[in-house]
Structures are given as structure tokens and as C-alpha cells.
């Protein structure tokens, strides 16, 4: 796909992961194929990603890749490149290293975590953000250590994280939905900050660390798209699924 400026675009799924804070009887494979509706998490988010006209996609796989690889054969859609983080186990920034080749290969990059269930009012207003770089941010949530937060400033996010610095002059505070738009230069960055993570030893560390560094750095200035009220939840242990199930799910559309 390419944008309005002629940039192309596309999105790296993040679904290396085992998931071990989720214990559910139903699946214990890649929280990816947890199924509501019929439809596993991945498969809704590439066809909401296609519905939008983003058809170069990549998808990080690790544990039980082979479930994933089978997934994908029964789908009626483009095939995703897929690129595996053989050690899956150890975190998020290794992944993000891992397919750092994806993110320095030019054009706008969507990064998203694959066990985000949600429908197009969350997709589109990232694929059709005016900005170069944007986060998605759900001023509706409930406080906690769990979500990560966004510092908001004038609508401009300041920071990024679980426990967020709250001496950063802010006048809101927003939950991550986890998903990323990064334009050409913020998404080389973003690579080469995750490099010098690993590289130090920090392979273990969640990828938003990365994010939130790239975001303080100040030198690529990030939007915060709203999408309150929009259906979604990040699935990460057993209550998420019930909720998916109970109130997010029923509120679901699917565009294509």
C-alpha cells in the first residue's frame, strides 16, 4: 500500500510470544489464534489491515510458529512474511530487533502486538493518521500497574510507559492501545534504539521501552489518535478473554 504522500506501508505484527500470564483449557498455543467469533485475533487484524488497503504485512512468529504457518494456509488472503525470533522466550525488544530489517526497509511501518482484538474504528485511524508518527490512545481505562500509559500534553504524548514519569508536565493520561505508526525515519530509529537495547543486554525488555525512547528523544514528534469508545482489549490473562467475549466482541464490525 502507499499513502497519500506516496510512501508505501507496512505492518509488522509482533506474535513471537508464548503468552505464559494467559492460562486458558481452550488454547495453549500463540495467543494469536485465540478465536472470538469464529475468527482468531490474527486473522481479524490482517483482514482489517487488508480492508484498509495494507497489504504488505509481517508477521513475527516464535512459539508454536507452526500453528501460525497453518493458520495463515486456510486464510483467503495475500500471505504475510513471516520471520522468526528463535528465542521468542526471552522478550518483545528481541523480537522487535529481530525483524529490525522490516523497519529500516523504507516507507511508513505499522508496529502492532498481535493479541489486541478490536475492529476498523481502531485500524483505520491508525493507517490513516495525518501524522508521520502516531499512537493510538484510549483516554477510558481503568488505573493500575497492568495498562501502559500515555503522558498527553496539549494532545502531544510525552511519555510512554507502565509507571510513566509524572513530574513531565501533563494535563491527560490515556491507555496504549499497543499499536504504532512510524514514518520512515521514526521507524529507523526506533530499529537502531532496540540494537544498542539488545546489544546492552536488554533483549528481555519490553519493545515499548524502545518506543518510550524514541518518543523522550524529541527529535520525531508523535500524534495521539483518540479512540475512546472504540471496541478493543489487549488479551494478556484469563479475564481479558472474558471480557473479549462479553463486551467487546458483541460491539465488533468487521470491514472488508
Known sequence: MRTRTGESMRAV????????RLETRERPGPK??????????????????????????VVATGYA??????ELDLLDLPRPTLVRNERYELGSMLTVDVVG??????GTVLLMDADVLCDARVVGPLVHAPSANALLVDRDFEPGEEPV??????????DL????????????VGESVGFFRLGEAAAAALAGIVRVSVTAGGAALPHEDAVRDLL???????????VTGAPWTEIDFSHDVERARADVLPRLTLEV
Open 13 to 20: 505484527i509482533l506474535a513471537a510470544g508464548r503468552g505464559k
Open 32 to 57: 494469536c489464534l485465540l478465536r472470538f467469533g469464529g475468527m482468531s485475533l490474527l486473522e481479524r487484524q490482517l483482514r482489517e489491515l487488508h480492508a484498509c488497503g495494507v497489504t504488505q504485512v
Open 65 to 70: 510458529h507452526e500453528e501460525i504457518e497453518r
Open 101 to 106: 530489517p522490516q523497519l529500516t526497509a523504507g
Open 149 to 158: 500509559k500515555v503522558l498527553l500534553r496539549e494532545g502531544v504524548p510525552v
Open 161 to 172: 510507559a507502565k509507571r510513566p514519569d509524572s513530574d513531565l508536565p501533563h494535563d491527560a
Open 216 to 226: 523522550r528523544a524529541g527529535e520525531h514528534r508523535f500524534a495521539a489518535v483518540d
